[in-house]
């Protein structure tokens, strides 16, 4: 069954500690000499609307760690909804590769690429979430503080993606998270960030 992630609300307080774990486990792996190549044979298409340093090369680096290959599509290969629609898109991604990474502009992007896509959506980044980031800064408070449980985790800055982000993953965790906004930068008021 494909699994997408389009946004930390996707996942189960369970599927999430699975993801650290994970992390965890392969981070180790690597320090002892090198990943196992579990994901030989695998192709990750990297739709980037919005270039970034960062999240192009830890997905690239990540895939090449793990024995597969990533492939990254510059804004103007497929200028996504523009050129090809978000759906050709994602039916074409899904037959050629195994995964989609789409770094984007609008949050709608991600949800279609992940709803016409036979293989599983990562939403690299988007307006409205940014869930491997969140990610991210919850593995490193795992590794520095060992728990998240009942933590209290303050976001100081624009309610943005980020914050969403930190507010669906601290919420699973069982953290405490409060977000510090100037007024009219507050985080989206919806029930369910997806």
């Known amino acids: 069954m494909k699994k997408d992630l389009v946004s930390l609300g996707d996942l189960t307080p369970q599927e999430l500690w699975l993801i650290l774990n994970k992390a965890r486990e392969l981070k180790d792996e690597w320090k002892r000499g090198g990943n196992k190549p579990i994901l030989a044979g695998k192709t990750l298409g990297m739709i980037f609307q919005k270039p970034s340093l960062r999240t192009r090369v830890s997905f690239e680096v ?11 599509l510059s804004p103007n290969e497929i200028q996504l909804g523009q050129r090809e629609s978000v759906p050709d ?7 050629m590769t195994d995964g989609i990474m789409a770094r984007v502009f609008a949050h709608r992007d991600v949800e279609l690429l992940a709803e016409y896509s036979p293989v599983p959506v990562i939403n690299g980044l988007s307006d409205l979430s940014h869930p491997c980031q ?3 800064d919850l593995f490193t408070i ?3 503080r060992g728990s998240l449980q009942g933590l209290k985790l303050v976001f100081v800055g624009d309610g943005n993606n980020v914050a969403h982000s930190l507010l ?3 919420a699973l965790a069982g953290m405490h998270v409060t977000v510090a906004t100037p007024a009219g930068y507050e985080p989206k008021a919806q029930r369910r960030l997806s």
């Open 168 to 170: 669906l993953g601290g």
């Open 142 to 144: 795992v590794e520095h």
């Open 134 to 136: 969140g990610l991210a």
């Open 89 to 95: 898109v994602a039916r074409v991604l899904g037959r």
């Open 62 to 72: 990540g895939m090449l760690q793990l024995g597969g290959h990533a492939m990254y």
